[in-house]
C-alpha cells in the first residue's frame, strides 16, 4: 500500500497578514518570558535548585508544566497533519498511547523515583544496575534530547518563514536566544513557570481555531457528513480498517497499535522521558511528584480535539487536502486555517501560541539535557567532587552548549520529510529500550547488574536494525513510515528483555539489601513519608486520579467506536 509522505515544508502560500497588533502581542510575550527567567534568578541558590527547581514547586504547578513539556508545535502541526490524513486515528496517540502510561508513571514508578531522591532517570539505572548501564544510558538520553530539541527549532523556522516571512535562519537563532536566556538565569523553574504559561497561551492560540472551523464547516455534524462523503466511514471512527489484514492509510492494525503504540512506544515515552519525568522530581513531596502526571492527565484526554478538529476540517473544506493537486499539504492544516479565519490580534495569539509551543518542547528537552549531562556524565565520571557552586555554573555553560548543538541539530531534522515520523523513530530508538530495562529491572529481583547494560544495548541496537535495515531495505513490507516504528518499538523491546533475562541467568544478582526501593514489593524509608497538610484529602487521592482519567480516556473511545 502507498501511502502520501507529509512534507515539513509549508505551502508559499500561506503567509499571514500580520500587523502591528500581531507582534505586539509576540513582543509582550517574549518580554514575559524573560521577567519570568529573571524573576527566577534570584530562587537558584544551589544545584538542587539550578536542575530540579529545589524540589519545591506544588503539584498542579508541575501538573501543567508536565503536559506543556510534552505540547510542543512539532505534536500540534504533526498530530492535526495526521489528522488530514488518517482522520480520528489520531486519538489512539492520546487514549492508548499517553493516557495508560502516565497513570502507570503517578501511580507506580514515582514513589521509586522521588522517594530514591535521584536527579535524573539515568541515576536510577545506576542504583538498580550499575556504572555501565548509567553511562550508557546518559549518553543516549542527551544524544537524544539534542536531536529532539533540534527538531523542535527546525520546525519553528519552517513554519515562522512560511507564516511571517522571516529567514528559517533567524527565527532558530531568536527562539534559541530566548530559550536560551530564560533556562541559563532560572533553571529548572524558570522553564517550568514558563511551561505553564505556554499552556495556556496554546489553548487561547487553538480554542479559537477549533471554534471557528466547525462553524465554517456547520458544526460536527456537518463535518462528519463531509468526511464521510469524501473519505469513507472509517475515517471517522477509531477502529474502522483496523482488523489485522485490512488495509488503511496509517499502516497499521489493532493489534499494533495496543501492543506498538499503546504498550511499547507509549509506556517508554512517558515512563523514562526525563524532559518529562524532571518535572515530577521538582514536586515539594511525594504526593504532589506522584500527581504530576495524573492531574496532566486530564488535560491530555481533550487536547487531541484541539489537534485533531483543525485537521478534519481542513481535510473537509478542501477536498484531496495534502495532495499535490490541492496545492497544500497535510502540515498546513493549522496555518491554512489561521490563514483563512482568524482576524488580526487573534492571529498574534495563534502565532504567539505555536511559537510558545515550539519554545516549550525545546525548553523541555535542553533542560533535561543540562541536567543529565552535568549530574550523570560530568559530575559522575570526569570532574567529580567539586563545590555545589561549581556544578551550577557549569550547567549554565552546557545550556549554552546544548542550544548550539540543537541549532545544529535543526539542520539534521530537515532530511527527513515528515517529523512526526521522525520524532516516532528517535523515541523507538532511545526511549523504549530504556523502558524494557527500567520494567524488568522494577519487576524482577534476579535482574542483574550487567543485564541493565546488555539489555539497553541489545534493545537500541535492534530497533535500529529493524528500522534501518529490515523496514528500510524492504526486507519485510511495512506499509508506512509509522508503522514501522510500532515494529521498532516491538522489536526493540522484546530484544531487550530477552537479552537481560540470558545476562541475567549467567550473571550473579544484586544482593536484596541493595534492591530496597527500586524493586516492586520493596520499600524504602522515603516511600512511607506522610503526606503534607491537605495532601489527605480524597479528591487528591493518586489512585482516584489515576483510575479516573483511564475510565474517562476509555469512555471517549465510545462515541468514535462504531
Known sequence: MQTVTKSTYLSAELRLPTNWLDYTILGIYFVVVLGIGFAARRSVKT?????????????????????????AATEILGMAANSAQYGVYTVHWYWIGAIPAMVFLGLVM??????????????????????????????????????????????????????????????????????????????LSSAIYNEVLQ???????????????????????????????????????AWGGTGIGSDNPLGANWLT????????????????????????????NLSAAQRTPLIAAFPKIFIVFLVMIPGLTAAALIPGFGTAESGYQYNDAIPYLMEQLLPNGVLGIAVTGLLAAFMAGMAANVSS????????????????????????????LITVIGVVASVGTAFLASSFSNIMSYLQTLFSFFNVPMFVVFIVGMFWKRASAKSGFWGLLAGTVAAMVNYFWIYKQG???????????????????????????????????????????????????????????????????????????????????IPFSF
Open 257 to 284: 497499535i495496543v501492543l506498538g503504540l499503546g504498550f511499547v512506544l507509549s509506556f517508554g515515552y512517558w515512563t523514562t522521558n526525563f524532559a518529562e519525568v524532571q518535572r515530577a522530581l521538582s514536586a515539594k
Open 369 to 396: 539535557f543540562n541536567t543529565v549531562f552535568t549530574n550523570d556524565i560530568w559530575g559522575r565520571y570526569v570532574v567529580r567532587g567539586r563545590d555545589d557552586a561549581y556544578y551550577v555554573r557549569f550547567g549554565r
Open 47 to 71: 544545584s538542587l535548585d539550578f536542575f530540579l527547581s529545589g524540589r519545591s514547586l506544588p503539584a498542579w504547578i508541575t501538573g501543567l508544566a508536565f503536559i506543556s513539556a510534552n505540547l
Open 110 to 187: 514515582m514513589p521509586f523515583y522521588y522517594s530514591s531522591k535521584v536527579r535524573s532517570v539515568p541515576e536510577m539505572l545506576l542504583l538498580r544496575f550499575d556504572k555501565w548501564a548509567h553511562l550508557l544510558s546518559s549518553a543516549l538520553f542527551a544524544f537524544a534530547a539534542i536531536l529532539i530539541s533540534g527538531v523542535n527549532l527546525y520546525a519553528l523556522a519552517i513554519v515562522v518563514e512560511a507564516l511571517l516571512g522571516w529567514p528559517q535562519w533567524v527565527a532558530i537563532v531568536v527562539a534559541g536566544a530566548f530559550v536560551l536566556a530564560y533556562i541559563t538565569l532560572g533553571g
Open 475 to 557: 526486507i519485510v513490507d511495512i506499509p508506512s513510515d509509522q508503522g514501522a516504528n510500532f515494529v521498532s518499538a516491538i522489536v526493540g523491546f522484546v530484544a531487550g528483555a530477552v537479552v537481560m533475562v540470558a545476562v541475567s541467568l549467567f550473571t550473579a544478582p544484586k544482593p536484596a539489601a541493595e534492591l530496597q526501593g527500586l524493586v516492586y514489593g520493596t520499600r524504602s524509608p522515603g516511600m512511607s513519608e506522610a503526606p503534607a497538610e491537605g495532601d489527605d484529602a480524597w479528591y487528591r487521592s493518586p489512585a482516584l486520579l489515576g483510575w479516573g482519567a483511564v475510565i474517562l480516556a476509555a469512555a471517549c473511545y
Open 199 to 237: 499552556f495556556f497561551v496554546i489553548l487561547a492560540a487553538l480554542i479559537p481555531i477549533v471554534v471557528l472551523g466547525l462553524k465554517k464547516v456547520g458544526g460536527w455534524g456537518g463535518l462528519t457528513d463531509k468526511l464521510t462523503a469524501q473519505h469513507g466511514a472509517d475515517f471517522t471512527t
